[in-house]
T-cell receptor, first 115, second 115 residues
Framework: DAKTTQPTSMDCAEGRAANLPCNHSTISGNEYVYWYRQIHSQGPQYIIHGLKNNETNEMASLIITEDRKSSTLILPHATLRDTAVYYCIVRVLWAPYNQGGKLIFGQGTELSVKP | DSGVTQTPKHLITATGQRVTLRCSPRSGDLSVYWYQQSLDQGLQFLIQYYNGEERAKGNILERFSAQQFPDLHSELNLSSLELGDSALYFC??????????????FGPGTRLTVL
């Protein structure tokens, strides 16, 4: 699975859009970009994933550059409850049998939403 | 609430002891994953079971073992405990072992403290 690079921390004002970048310059053609978040010591929570097209769901939008070497997770109107560590993970959708569906977490970005 | 349950929430024990952590996946999910989160190592994948069979192994110590039962619940057994085993242990579940519908839902975790 390709490695990802994320800023260690970011701040965002409540009500504003939070844009969290992720670099994955060694991504392969069959690898997807996934985002999870972890609110203090709770279990990680799936947010969104995509291959090359931009994706949007009720939680967030995912923008992937045309060369797929980087992506941005957008929380359109951040609230205090969005304060969390956000993990960008790159992995294949169909893994070999003995590799299963494991997630490899990096250090993530600690997002602080401030009033 | 992700639908994944873990017991106990907290566990305090002494070095050299053995403990069992339990996980019940979401209804209908066939895969169970175990992750360990410590302060110095971050979130690390330990092992995955799919429909009762071991599917993938990560950085799981030989002192640790897991199994998935016919009713699909899983147990993680940790023996000869050391101070460094103190961590949050998360269980996650997904419908499939890999591929589509592999979004993972995490439980609230078990906090293990080894004294």
């Amino acid at each position: 699975d390709a490695k990802t690079t994320q800023p260690t921390s970011m701040d965002c004002a409540e009500g504003r859009a939070a844009n969290l970048p992720c670099n994955h310059s060694t991504i392969s053609g069959n690898e997807y970009v996934y985002w999870y978040r972890q609110i203090h010591s709770q279990g990680p929570q799936y947010i969104i994933h995509g291959l090359k097209n931009n994706e949007t769901n009720e939680m967030a939008s995912l923008i992937i550059t045309e060369d797929r070497k980087s992506s941005t997770l957008i929380l359109p109107h951040a609230t205090l409850r969005d304060t969390a560590v956000y993990y960008c993970i790159v992995r294949v959708l169909w893994a070999p049998y003995n590799q299963g569906g494991k997630l490899i977490f990096g250090q993530g970005t600690e997002l602080s939403v401030k009033p | 609430d992700s639908g994944v349950t873990q017991t106990p929430k907290h566990l305090i024990t002494a070095t050299g002891q053995r403990v069992t952590l339990r996980c019940s996946p979401r209804s209908g999910d066939l895969s169970v994953y175990w992750y360990q989160q410590s302060l110095d190592q971050g979130l690390q994948f330990l092992i995955q079971y799919y429909n009762g069979e071991e599917r993938a192994k990560g950085n799981i110590l030989e002192r640790f073992s897991a199994q998935q039962f016919p009713d699909l619940h899983s147990e993680l057994n940790l023996s000869s405990l050391e101070l460094g085993d103190s961590a949050l242990y998360f269980c996650a579940s997904s419908v499939a072992g890999t591929g589509t519908y592999n979004e993972q839902f995490f439980g609230p975790g078990t906090r293990l403290t080894v004294l």
